[in-house]
């Protein structure tokens, strides 16, 4: 049965950096995954560059749009589940329960299982430097100033913040990704896919970090042009 990774959270919590680390992960796999994200659906529809207002729930004009583009990705990859795909992400906000029940009914129609990877960080610090590593750079933001950028985008933030509802559905299955990985929670991972997914996701890191290698001195074995095994260092 075809598998449906449906991802959850506000912008710039590293949900399509997550889809795409496990669209990778299971392709490496030999799972026949594919991301749709409904930003690029919005952007080839609507234009890149909108203002924040775009955003903004109480604007007829955006949410229509929006929805539209959100409609076009769900077909998208209800065809491809019909044209043999295995794995799709869903990479979009869901941030409502409203939503959230739109896209279980178009998955449950295609016969798809189903499961969300909320994306939940309250620590300013890894908003910042996620909106600055990342966000300011997407075509939403070519060619404008970085600060109004930044100013521009914490404004739609505060759009979906304001209509934001967590998942909290003990049914459902999910994987919660709080703080950028500090805590990962696994709710009714039944698919044995759900579950390599989860394991997956713990050992991502959204923001750089450093790694040092070193390597032992010399062996006894390298004077010796050995390979492998385990001798002592030499004098």
């Not at 449950?108 to 909320?118: P, Q, V």
């Not at 933001?141 to 979906?160: K, N, P, Q, T």
């Amino acid at each position: 049965m075809a598998l449906a990774l449906v991802m959850v959270g506000l912008p710039a919590r590293g949900k399509t950096y997550t889809a795409r680390k496990v669209a990778r992960y299971l392709s490496w796999r030999g799972v026949r995954t594919k991301v749709f994200n409904v930003g690029n659906y919005r952007r080839a529809r609507s234009g890149a560059q909108v203002p924040h207002s775009f955003f903004d729930p109480a604007n007829p004009e955006g949410f229509s749009a929006r929805r539209e583009a959100a409609e076009a990705a769900m077909d998208d990859m209800v065809g491809w589940f019909s044209a043999g795909g295995e794995v799709g992400i869903y990479d979009a906000t869901n941030s409502t329960r409203a939503r959230r029940t739109w896209v279980m009914e178009q998955l449950g129609r295609a016969g798809a299982s189903l499961a969300f990877i909320e994306s939940i960080c309250d620590d300013p610090s890894l908003v910042e430097a996620n909106i600055r590593e990342t966000k300011l750079g997407s075509p939403d933001y070519v060619g404008m100033d970085s600060e109004a950028a930044a100013r521009d985008f914490l404004s739609r933030i505060e759009h979906y913040v304001s209509v934001y509802e967590p998942i909290d559905d003990e049914g459902l299955s999910w994987i919660k990704i709080v703080d950028a990985g500090r805590q990962v929670i696994v709710n009714r991972a039944e698919d044995y896919l759900l579950t390599k997914v989860a394991a997956f996701v713990m050992n991502l890191h959204l923001i750089p970090k450093t790694l040092w290698f070193s390597r032992h001195g010399q062996s006894e074995f390298n004077m010796e042009d050995r390979v492998g095994g385990d001798s002592g260092l030499s004098s």
